[in-house]
């Protein structure tokens, strides 16, 4: 405890927050805030519904992120004067708990620090994740449903709401593949470094013989679109077909064939929806999962056009990213940012926010070198 200069350490706390005030452009952020609540406030602003989502959703992330700025200064002011009293009264168990609110103060700082790197285009929206099995057999289908497990937790443990469109289970264990959204803002520019194919290694619990098994399970994730988003999808290029769903052994789930399947006929692109009652509900929910996805085949067509123009032949960023090391030993390495962990459990059940963190931070690097 001797050893840290707090006066040191929250006066760099306080330059990493002015860069960060910088950045977000606060004032600018308030003058939003006080025309989305002008707006807010007209009576006529549920005319259009989706106008009116857009704005009120917009006035709640700009709030958001402005409370969580204040709150963190706020933060930084009380424990200077922790630290002060502390000090004047030589508290050693003050002086303690002081240590350990400066470190917890640095994780937000730093957590904050990566949400400015989040800059893109459609940085700001929802995700929707899809993962599918790949090589590996029943181990892959095993491997699938570990990694929906993950985000799923990794998004509870921030208290974000996840919504399930759809899931395709296998015969023997595990899943095919399954579609999901994370509902929070800057889940897509969070997550997006998560996309590419993963690799898990273990003894298969699966295999009688108990040999070791390597399994692959790809993760895609692309923005939800809002209404304000140009892709138009004429009614003739849309196939729609209709199912029932079912859960794992084949069990019904609706007693009527409720479950959506949209085709889009001129890329292939097939998305699926069977978490509503309805089949009008998960039309609509398959929709705007059909709408992203083309929206993300559109800027990879619009990327790959300019690579190839630049002469760039460097195979995505987003390729073959994360090995889950089980047996020989136990290793979570991205391959990407070379960061690794020795926990592979505590990975799987959601303590993902350093690999997000360094996998930003890797990408806003790359991006630059990419720009000079």
């Known amino acids: 405890m001797a050893g840290t ?3 040191v350490e929250i006066k760099q706390l306080r330059a ?3 860069t960060i005030g910088q950045v977000l452009d606060l004032d600018a952020m308030r003058i939003e805030i006080a025309e989305l609540e002008d707006q807010v406030g007209s009576p006529d602003l549920w005319d259009d519904q989706a106008n009116a989502q857009r704005v009120t959703g917009r006035l709640s992330q700009l709030n958001g992120e402005l409370e969580r700025f204040t709150g963190l200064e706020g933060r930084i002011d009380d424990l200077e004067i922790m630290v002060e009293l502390a000090t004047d009264e030589a508290d050693a168990e003050s002086l303690a708990d002081a240590q350990a609110e400066l470190d917890r103060i640095k994780k937000s700082v730093e957590t904050l620090e990566v949400r400015t790197l989040l800059s893109g285009e459609y940085d700001a929206r929802e ?6 099995a790949g090589a590996g057999g029943v181990d892959a289908a095993d491997f699938a449903q570990t990694l929906q497990r993950m985000y799923v937790r990794w998004a509870e443990q ?6 399930i469109y759809e899931t395709s289970y296998a015969e023997e264990a ?10 929070a803002p800057y889940a897509y520019g969070t997550l997006s470094v998560e996309a590419g194919t993963h690799r898990l290694v273990r003894i298969s619990p699966f295999d009688n013989q108990g040999r070791r098994q390597t399994s692959f399970a790809a993760v895609e994730v692309v923005p939800v679109l809002e209404q304000t988003d140009e892709i138009d999808i004429p009614d003739e ?3 729609v077909d209709v199912y029932r769903s079912g859960g794992p052994g084949g069990q019904s789930v609706n007693t009527t064939d409720s479950a959506v399947r949209l085709t889009h006929i001129p890329t292939g692109t097939v998305v699926s929806c069977q978490n509503e009652k309805s089949q009008l509900q998960n039309k609509a929910s398959a929709m705007v999962v059909l709408k992203a996805k083309l929206l993300a085949l559109k800027k990879a067509e619009e990327k790959a056009h300019l690579d190839e123009m630049r002469g760039d032949v460097q195979a995505s960023w987003g390729d073959q990213m994360r090995n889950y090391v089980l047996n020989p030993y136990q290793i979570v390495k991205d391959l990407r940012t070379g960061y690794e962990a020795g926990n592979p459990q505590a990975v799987f059940d959601g303590d993902l926010d350093p690999f997000l963190e360094a996998g930003i931070r890797w990408r806003r690097g790359a991006e630059k070198a990419e720009a000079n």
């Open 174 to 183: 595990g899943i095919k593949s399954t579609t999901f959204a994370v509902k």
């Open 5 to 7: 200069d707090f006066d």
């Open 127 to 132: 995700a929707l994740i899809s993962i599918r």
């Open 16 to 18: 990493t927050m002015k």
């Open 158 to 163: 921030h208290g974000y709401p996840v919504e």
């Open 237 to 239: 290029e849309i196939r």
